[in-house]
């Protein structure tokens, strides 16, 4: 998922609620490219929506 014009500083930090964890993440020419987690469908917490939480960003 690449979430544009948004800079990472080094104490960013991006999580997706009902995921335990934070997601690894690049930034990449002035966009932050996140890397999503394998899930299994059939143990969401959520069904239609996600929501990141990002920290630290510029």
């Known amino acids: 998922m690449v979430l544009k014009n948004l800079s990472a ?6 999580t997706l609620l009902g995921h335990e964890g934070e997601l690894k993440f690049k930034s990449d020419d002035g966009n932050i490219v996140v890397e999503w987690p ?8 959520f069904a239609h929506a996600y929501t990141l939480k990002l920290t630290g960003v510029k």
């Open 9 to 14: 500083a080094a104490d960013t930090k991006v």
């Open 38 to 45: 394998n899930l299994d469908p059939q143990n969401l917490p």
